[in-house]
């Protein structure tokens, strides 16, 4: 549903019923969300990056910190957000209840209508001293949204990447490399029905085998199998399933073969590397919407909640030249591709 970008003050009586209207038009459970960074100096105000998620139907935003004006601006609006809890935030929520109780208090309560995913940590790596506080900051999260009786509508996770699987090709001989980081979070999302965040990169792992790897692999553009696994008879022609399917096998190793997976970041940048072009991106990001729907080939039919990465080009993130290049929309708003959200 695409909602006028801007409304002429003329028609009023329009916009108000258009606002009346919105809730009930607007899906439930959005299956296709954006992360929302802000490591840019020209980037458009809070309310207006809320009315392009609107005007676009981007019904779910990721955000990386308890930014109070971005969720004031998006308090009514009808977006569902994954709120991360920061890296800085997270050994004193694993240690001291209090803090995690004051945290809630102050970043979640007044915006609890918003809020569906609370994230512990992003790309958290597991033989940092951060890690070991990730299980108790999650388990003081959620019991301070229990005191809040919000715990049964909010669900509390953790963000990882794909570095902590080891031997994913094929997708059968997965498994989580080190269980005493991951054993206690994989417990605490199976007693609570939480889904697992994971951040999934498919151009990652193309630019680092690009040598021998199809391009087309990497875009969900392949007319043929590339990777056959001989355990399960699946025949891969796409890395993003290769990638999932490896989580779902760990994750089922570990002993919870139905805790759900939610994308909490993929994305393919346009510019700054090898492959990074507008037109690849572009194929990237719509095949993904297409696909993130279908699931992957463990788990056909079984769609996959997917965060695209990301909003805007961020013209301050550091690093490889790639990670400024990202964005669906340029900071003026423009948007940098064709998409259709919904
Ligand atoms: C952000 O990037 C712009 C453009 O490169 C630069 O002019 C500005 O100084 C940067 N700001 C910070 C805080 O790094």
Redesign the pocket.
Known sequence: MAVPQKLPTAAAATALSLAFLMPFLLPTEAQIGVCYGTL???LPSRQDVVKLYQSNGIGAMRIYWPDQPALQALQGSGIKLILDVPRESIQSLGSDPSAAMQWVQTNVVPFASSIKYIAVGNEVYQYTDIAPSVGPAMQNVLNALNSANLGGQIKVSTAIDTSLISKPYPPSGSEFSDMSFMGPIVDFLKTNGSPLLVNVYPYLVYVYNKQVMDVNYGLFTSPRTILADKATGLQYQNLFDVIVDSVYTALSKAGAPNIAIVVAESGWPSDGGDAATVGNAETYYRELIKHAKQGTLLKPGQGIETYLFAMFDE??KSGDPTEQHYGLFYPNQQPKYQLNFN
Do not use: R
Request: no cysteine.
């Open positions: 840019g100096d020209n013209n301050n």
